[in-house]
């Protein structure tokens, strides 16, 4: 008896499974895999949640899930209604769509105003509404690590509400530690690429929890490692980084109150606006880190996009300067002080130009001595970019030079970029000889390298009777005298090596002259041999133009109409027709009168 209540137990839970079966989802491997996709590659929230629209259109259409014809009547998502595991999805990408366009509105270019962040914070709490939807309905039809993946993402989506709303920062603590600890057991199990992804969460949500324990008072985090901390990157952390700079904007109104005289070369001008003390002071921190021994070993790309955000505080300091003077008037005293105060910003801009320009030369170069093929950076560029350099140092001494009463400091300065002119312009001519010697100019080019190397020696010279000389740049400048005078031999040598040439290669190809007409290699085109298997683009690493039809068209022959000359008409008699022809009838007046 109990055997077979035993049986029948097992056959209705048999009938269970498959009348209510487990639905699985890999959330995460899921999530990532769409927005790497579909725009958060680059931070791009506007295609992902155009994405998130498409996709739950199509889930809408696929599952027949229509809400209502011709009037709206939303349709409820509910245990009884899930039969599919693309339900789930639509609940998914729902919060997705919610949470992107909160990111979008985020990203805009001045911030949020009053009434978009008060939308902002409506799509994050339609978001939460569905993550917590989503990790109660995989409760009960998804199996245990799905749930286990939902129940983290609805904790990371309030998690990110709270942190926006600035308040409850230890409900939002939780949250992000009970997702951290989910994502933490989910990365021990499972395969490497779902352990790698959930160990990368962990390190995204990591930022978050460490602003929320300083925001609690339980961590003692200074500035600078919020602003390390801030360097990272990911989607998770863009809320954070937004944060992070509204905190460094603050600090920075509050130090610019201290900070009232500009100092350049000696000299101090007073700041009375405050947001050109910010503008300035947010400047200077950039030039900071960006000299400091961790800036050093950033790329290049970070470098040049860290003087990218130097140039638009500069800009910026400069614009609220020229619009003092605007509203200075006729207040002799004040004016001298915003024009001096204009042109040491304006010199500071300079020499940070001068500094980027080098660094594109400095990328250049490298690229020059790994890549001498044509896919390399050719000389040609080399040239461009130390025109510019040359022009940014002439700028920047006419700007210095400018002034009546110049210190010691500025004559000192001018005569230092003077210099480094002259050096610049000897590199310029060296590469310049370089686009001659690929051209196949020897002449040209060995004349260009001697001039190159004489420009170094004086500017060497120049160099050395100074009394702090700059000793990289005097390496630099011994460097390039040796390589102008070895290049300089080596296209004296080339040059006579093919003068020697000339006459044998003369001979040759008046040997080969002949008076019968060559018969040219027949060019074959796509359409003219659509039976025959053979490439029309051409062999690998050629640069031969594909070859699909001819155009334009060739000439071909058409037969024409017969000419034909009638010489016989003038010869032949014609019958006279004057019996056929109808004949007026007159009457009596008209015989009388003709």
């Known amino acids: 008896m109990s055997k077979s209540n035993a049986a029948s137990a097992m056959e209705i839970d048999e009938d269970n499974k498959q009348i209510n079966p487990k639905f699985s ?61 693309r339900h789930l999805h639509m609940v998914l990408y729902m919060a997705e769509r919610a949470w992107s366009h909160a990111m979008e509105k985020r990203q805009l270019p001045d911030g949020p105003n009053g009434k978009q962040r008060i939308y902002l914070l409506g799509r994050l709490r339609k978001a939460a509404k569905w993550a917590s939807l989503f990790a109660q309905l995989c409760s009960v039809k998804a199996d245990s690590r799905t749930s286990l993946e939902s129940e983290a993402y609805a904790s990371y989506m309030m998690g990110t509400l709270l942190f926006e709303q600035d308040k409850n920062w230890e409900t939002a603590l939780a949250n992000f530690k009970h997702a951290r600890a ?102 200077q921190e950039l030039e900071k880190e960006l000299n400091s021994p961790a800036g050093e070993s950033l790329s290049s790309e970070k470098k040049l996009a860290m003087f990218d955000k130097i140039f638009s505080a500069y800009h910026d300091a400069r614009s609220c300067i020229r619009s003092d003077l605007g509203a200075a008037g006729s207040a002799e005293k004040m004016r001298d002080e915003l024009n001096g105060l204009d042109k040491a910003v304006s010199a500071v801009l300079g020499q940070r130009t001068v500094e980027r320009n080098l660094l594109l030369i400095k990328v250049a170069k490298s690229k020059f001595a790994k890549n001498k093929d044509e896919k390399g950076t050719k000389p040609e560029e080399l040239v461009r970019l130390y025109d510019l350099l040359i022009q940014n140092i002439t700028d920047l001494s006419d700007l210095v030079s400018s002034a009546r009463d110049r210190t010691s400091e500025e004559i000192s300065f001018a005569e230092d970029f003077a210099l480094k002119g002259f050096a610049f312009r000897a590199e310029r001519c060296f590469y310049l000889a370089k686009s001659y010697s690929s051209a196949g100019k020897r002449a040209e080019a060995y004349s260009l390298f001697c001039h190159a190397r004489s420009l170094a020696d004086s500017a060497l010279q120049k160099l050395q009777s100074t009394n702090n000389p700059d000793k990289g740049l005097i390496e630099g400048l011994k460097a390039l005298s040796d390589s102008c005078r070895s290049n300089s031999c080596i296209e004296h040598a080339t040059g006579i090596a093919e003068e020697e040439k000339i006459p044998e290669n003369l001979s040759k190809a008046v040997s080969t002259i002949s008076l019968n007409t060559d018969k040219k290699k027949e060019e074959k085109f796509l359409l003219d041999m659509l039976d025959v298997y053979e490439s029309a683009v051409g062999e690998p690493g050629t640069k031969s133009a594909v070859k699909i039809v001819k155009f334009p068209p060739a000439f071909q022959s058409v037969g024409c109409n017969p000419i034909v000359l009638d010489i016989a008409y003038n010869l032949i008699d014609f019958p006279s027709l004057e019996t056929r022809m109808k004949k007026d009838k007159k009457g009596i007046f008209s015989r009388l009168w003709g």
């Open 25 to 85: 989802i890999n959330v995460l491997k899921l999530l990532k895999t769409a927005q790497m996709e579909h725009g958060l590659r680059r931070s791009d929230y506007t295609i992902y949640r155009r994405y998130c629209t498409a996709r739950l259109r199509r889930l809408y259409k696929s599952l027949k899930f229509k809400h209502g014809r011709g009037k709206y009547t939303r349709k409820a998502i509910t245990e009884s209604t899930i039969t599919d595991v």
């Open 182 to 283: 989910v994502y933490e057991q989910l990365g021990k199990y499972g395969t490497i690429e779902n352990q790698v992804l959930c160990r990368e969460r962990v390190e995204e949500l990591e930022p978050s929890i460490r602003y929320c324990l300083h925001k609690v008072g339980e961590s003692k985090l200074q500035t600078s490692e919020l602003l390390d901390i801030g360097k990272m990157e990911g989607p998770a952390l863009d809320l954070f980084q937004s944060k992070l700079e509204a905190i460094m904007a603050e600090a920075r109104e509050q130090q610019a109150a201290s900070m009232t005289e500009f100092n350049w070369l000696g000299n101090r001008f007073p700041i009375h606006n405050a947001k050109t003390r910010v503008s300035i002071l947010k400047a």
